[in-house]
């Protein structure tokens, strides 16, 4: 059973275009981190959201934490090839001793 | 550099042989945990650890063993390898609970 399910799981568009990715699940979650992985490496930390409804920006990225802390989104502006990558949202339950769940991931390419 | 040091980074096994991935990490973090990644399943926890000596069953343990003698090393033991554990395999650490993950750059696996 997957904890959080990331849409659309690939995604490919024309540079400058705008894109929404979405992280949604039936279970709240005291935080909730998105990360970006590049090929052959691993995911790196863009952001962290922790207040229902907390929007935080980086740079062209925007980040949303929903209201019920059971979804998240990300809105990339104006989307540049470097964007291309692997993003994955991960929550963390404060249920038992650990720990991140990982969503299912959206694959973007942003084609120049 | 400070930071996640995953060993070896590619590796073939036969069916029923074992071996160990090493990770080691310098930046004294407490909690360390091990993903297998496969593709449309994002990441999922195999076991993790939040301080020498604790060790913790994740979500896909089977298969698997882990120790904790040292802060710095979390080893993962296949015990013997069977072509369902082909995949990519990630070392993560964090200073604490909800803060960010530092992710080791990888194994991949292969079971023949």
């Known amino acids: 059973t997957q904890l959080l399910e990331q849409s659309p799981q690939f995604l490919s568009i024309q540079e400058g275009e705008n894109l929404t990715v979405y992280c949604n699940s039936s279970?709240?979650?005291?935080?909730l981190q998105w990360y970006r992985q590049e090929p052959g490496e691993g995911p790196v930390l863009l952001v962290t959201?922790?207040?229902?409804?907390e929007v935080k920006k980086l740079k062209r990225l925007t980040f949303q934490f929903g209201d019920a802390r059971k979804d998240s989104s990300l809105h990339i502006t104006a989307a540049q090839p470097g964007d291309t990558g692997l993003y994955l949202c991960?929550?963390?339950?404060?249920?038992?001793?650990?720990?991140?769940?990982f969503g299912t991931g959206t694959r973007l390419t942003v084609i120049p | 550099n400070a930071g996640v040091t995953q060993t070896p980074k590619f590796q073939v096994l036969k069916t029923g042989q074992s071996m160990t991935l090493q990770c080691a990490q310098d930046?004294?973090?407490?909690?360390m945990s091990w993903y297998r990644q496969d593709p449309g399943m994002g990441l999922r926890l195999i076991h993790y650890?939040?301080?020498?000596?604790?060790?913790d069953q994740g979500e896909v343990p089977n298969g698997y063993n882990v120790s904790r003698s040292t802060t710095e090393d979390f080893p993962l033991r296949l015990l013997s390898a069977a072509p369902s554990q082909t995949s990519v395999y990630f070392c993560?650490?964090?200073?604490?609970?909800?803060?960010?993950?530092?992710f080791g750059s990888g194994t991949r696996l292969t079971v023949v």
């Open positions: 650890s939040v301080g020498a000596g604790i060790t």
């Open positions: 991960a929550g963390d339950t404060q249920t038992g001793a650990n720990n991140l769940f």
């Open positions: 279970s709240v979650f005291s935080s």
């Open positions: 930046m004294n973090h407490e909690y």
């Open positions: 959201v922790v207040t229902g409804g």
């Open positions: 993560a650490s964090s200073s604490h609970r909800g803060s960010r993950y530092t």
